[in-house]
């Protein structure tokens, strides 16, 4: 009897119209690699980030997070304080250290996200899927810390993180 075959990621080229958009509000996430495509290594994201857009603070229990900013500006914030991210920047973002970022410019605000390990790529559909049936209202925060807790992910109070200059200045 011969052993079930493991599929091996392939090289691939993903077309910049190609990829799995989930959308929530103030937020879209085209997802150009999963954890499926990776063989578990990582998933890959563009992510566009409306004014005013972004998470409440939160935690990844599994995964490190990457940010490459392409267009914009975002406010990240962690336990050190917030920083203004640019075209350009990388952020790290390690697993267990809580953070947010927020698009405080008047446009929309582009980064990668690359999530390792993936699961990430699982979590914001149904997260989102969640904040869009209340689009009138506050969303169900249990059912949105329920949700998140399911995949390793923390919602934090906002007084988790020092507060951001009201200005948008780091």
Request: no cysteine.
């Amino acid at each position: 009897m011969t052993a079930p075959s493991t599929p091996v990621p392939t090289p691939r080229l993903i077309r910049a119209a190609e990829g799995q958009p989930v959308t929530a509000p103030g937020e879209e996430v085209t997802f150009k690699l999963t954890g499926r495509d990776t063989d578990g290594v990582f998933a890959l994201g563009l992510v566009t980030t409306q004014p005013g857009g972004g998470p409440p603070p939160h935690l990844h229990h599994r995964e490190d997070e990457l940010f490459i900013m392409v267009d914009g500006e975002l406010q990240v914030g962690s336990r050190d304080g917030w920083q203004t991210a640019r075209p350009g920047d990388v952020v790290y973002l390690p697993a267990g250290q809580p953070h947010t970022f927020h698009n405080a410019g008047p446009g929309p605000a582009r980064h990668w996200v690359f999530a390792t390990p993936p699961g990430f790529e699982q979590f914001y559909p149904r997260f989102a899927a969640l904040l869009n049936e209340a689009p009138a209202g506050p969303p169900d925060l249990a059912r949105l810390g329920a949700t998140a807790a399911k995949y390793g992910i923390e919602l934090l109070p906002a007084h988790a993180l020092p507060a951001p200059d009201p200005a948008g200045r780091p």
